[in-house]
């Protein structure tokens, strides 16, 4: 199967076994083919888009299962869109050389990985009796997927910007679910944040790659989409020591650390 095709089951297919089709022999033919971004990934009628405002729970009430299993709801709508949003990277830029088919090579281990999590978080949700789709699925990340229009724009969004700042989420809910004693939900939380570190490592790599005459801070923030800033690529509690993990340097995250906007979750009480 062509690394297209593949692409196209997971964008285009409308259930979780397409989102999950496992990765059976790919090949890597250079195509120049044109795609045209579709208004909405392929989702049946219960994984459908809802931007019906569903509030986050609390960590404090993850002793309660529903609690719980709303959280991981919100975390598996995460991957879902993560899966698809890489499917159409691998589908709008096209092979123009070398480098983007070994882009795209990197792009899919990354899907494998997110698969992976989208899977422990739906067998954890049906161990507290829920399924994705029982409450709404915002569309937020994929609203910003118009607007990266090359790979650079892509990695520092995706990789950058919000899988970094799944690594102070993912940490900072591992903890949480440790504080109820919830070890098995703890875990895949460990999974998803060590995960993590090599998707910053792997987005890294390529955008200093590309920058050319640029430091990668400068590279990077004028290629986040519209009125995204850095302080999307921040969690509740900001951790540097998984950054080094990753490779960045310590001129980059000295700008990380510091910066500020009037994003609500980097200006919490606890900063």
Not at 61 to 78: G, V
């Amino acid at each position: 199967m062509h690394y297209r095709e593949y692409a196209k089951i997971l964008l285009e297919g409308s259930t979780l076994e397409d989102k999950l089709i496992p990765l059976k022999n790919i090949d890597y033919v250079e195509c120049l083919e044109i795609f045209e971004l579709p208004d909405n990934p392929g989702r049946t009628n219960h994984l459908k888009f809802n931007n019906e405002q569903v509030k986050f729970p609390r960590n404090t009430s993850f002793h309660l299962e529903d609690k719980k299993a709303l959280a991981l709801h919100f975390f598996a709508n995460h991957e879902l869109l993560a899966i698809e949003m890489m499917a159409a990277a691998l589908l709008i830029y096209p092979d123009t050389n070398k480098e983007m088919l070994s882009f795209k090579k990197g792009l899919i281990k990354t899907i494998q990985d997110e698969q992976k999590h989208l899977k422990l978080y739906l067998g954890r949700m049906k161990d507290f009796g829920l399924e994705l789709g029982d409450f709404p699925l915002n569309d937020f990340f994929w609203r910003s997927m118009n607007k990266l229009k090359t790979p650079s724009h892509f990695y520092s969004t995706m990789a950058m910007t919000f899988e970094s700042a799944n690594l102070d989420f993912a940490q900072f809910y591992e903890k949480s679910f440790l504080a109820v004693e919830d070890f098995e939900t703890a875990k895949i939380m460990k999974i998803v944040y060590e995960d993590e570190i090599s998707h910053v490592a792997l987005g890294a790599h390529w955008l200093n790659q590309w920058r050319v005459d640029k430091d990668l801070w400068s590279y990077y923030s004028s290629h986040l989409p519209g009125v995204m800033t850095p302080a999307r690529a921040k969690g509740i509690h900001f951790d540097r020591s998984c950054r080094e993990r990753a490779g960045l340097d310590s001129v980059f995250l000295d700008h990380l650390e510091n910066f500020r906007d009037d994003f609500k979750v980097t200006n919490r009480k606890s900063w």
